[in-house]
């Protein structure tokens, strides 16, 4: 085994909780993002061997981004200083208080900073919690219940949040771009395109990955819809798994209603053995990279990830490794595309589909807002307990599809002296110039991939991703394209009325 470096960056303990957990053990029906977090904080301290020391020694805790507190409120509020909030829950009195951005890349983005800031000697030891309970909301909705979660602050904290690439904005929403079903569904259907699939098959495609992945969540105690499904019974409409759009169903899409709270503590070498903690239990970061793109209108091609495809690389370069030397691997999961892509970016190489999982992703395990790499986090560092052999990787994504951070952990350290140069400096994949922000024109154009929406009882309006006749990209609106029919490929009439482009079907 190699030397260790002291100052070398290291996960030493993890924990998950569930609100059906708390309520089987403590009785708690209406758990808080506070309960849920603070309880991951507790499983994870206990994990590390080393609780009451660790505990004493955490200066830093920085708490994901609540939905709640990411453009997404509802009527039972939140703490007014959430990073405080679990802090106070979970007994705990770190010198910094931080608050993530907004994305899913946020666990992993944020790790591969705080990595560096320990190397440092910024912080001694560094708790990253995340909670959501969107389940207990709608719940309380259901029910009529009133809970009131706000909570005053007492002290400061530091507020990492950004304005850089909205998930969506005003020219995407006047499109029929609402949510984001709509949005991956045109970079689905984008990717379909660009490999020559009809739907039908394409739709197998997803079937067949989505069914590995739910073999996965069967083995996690905490997945919120852990249920073994067969690529058959994702195409169908049984339990409840109706059609969202074209292309997806309900449970090919990630699941928000979740009661969910995870914890990873961070360290380095040198001071978790300072505090006793096994090197067995210690897990040891080796790279790390970001990058973004513009927003899905802003850019030339929706059927691949220029994130993907320069932070994969970036992180393996870092790490010295190639895909094909990679063991546990979990690919934020939000929708098929999400894996389909990143597994582009890796070349694809040969291992299982149920592989790119350690969850069995955010369909099955749980879709808890910005926080869900957490818990992948959490079970990359439980496999590379059990089999170390190989390093790990976490692909985290924010977005739709523009937002990407990347860590590679094993179970062995790096070769020599850890650096903060194994964290790449963020990398802004720019709008090309000739791409106008918001593009509102007249004239022909070609459908390259759309969305369409199915309610129970009726359909809407398709979107469009569409080129003009200079080939320039746009977002456009179908108000009555054809039932189960494939847009891609059609000519389009286009008329801007009232900041919509609004398409009609040639002859």
Sequence with gaps: MASVDPKA???????????????????????????????????????????EKLASAIDCLLSIRLFH??????????PANHPEAVATAAGLDPATLIYGDVGGQSPQKHLNKLACQVHDGEFKAVVLSSAENMGTVKRARRGGHQLDWNQPATRAMTDWLTDQD???????????????????????NARRARLGKDRDSYAKDMAELWSAFS??????DHAQFAKNWTPEELLADAHGNYRLNDPYR??????????????????????????????????????GSDASVPLMSHQTDLSISPAMEYAFPKAMELAGVEAEDLG???????????????????????????????TGGLSFFGGPGNSYSAHGIVALVEALREDGSKPGMISANGGVINKESVGIYAAQPVAGSWSPDRV??????????????????????????????????SRGAASLWLEDEQGLPAIGVLPDAPEDTDLIGLKVKVTSVDNRNIAALGE
């Design 215 to 220: 073999e996965i969540s069967i083995t996690r």
């Design 328 to 358: 546990p691997i979990d690919i934020y999961s939000c929708f098929p595309v999400a894996v389909s892509l990143a597994m582009d970016a890796l070349g694809s190489p040969d291992r299982p589909l149920s592989s790119y999982t350690l």
């Design 9 to 51: 960056p290291v996960l030493v303990g993890v924990g998950e909780a569930s609100g059906k957990k708390l309520k089987e053990m403590h009785g708690l029906e209406w758990p808080s993002t506070s309960d849920l977090a603070s309880a991951a904080i507790h499983a994870a301290l206990a994990d590390s061997g080393a609780a």
């Design 69 to 78: 507190d990411s453009g997404l409120p509802h009527d039972f509020g939140s």
């Design 166 to 188: 909205k998930m969506l904005t005003a020219y995407e929403w006047r499109q029929g771009i609402i949510n984001m079903p709509m949005a991956y569904g045109i970079v689905e």
């Design 424 to 457: 790449a400096e963020p990398h802004r994949i720019l709008k090309p110039d000739h791409v106008k922000e918001e593009h509102f024109f007249n004239g022909n154009a070609v459908i390259k991939s759309y969305s369409m929406p199915y309610g129970k009882a």
């Design 250 to 287: 309900r449970w090919m899409v990630a699941q928000d209603a979740v009661e969910l709270g995870a914890a990873v503590i961070l360290t380095t070498a040198g001071y978790a053995a300072e505090l006793g903690i096994a090197p067995d239990k210690m897990i040891y970061f080796h790279s």
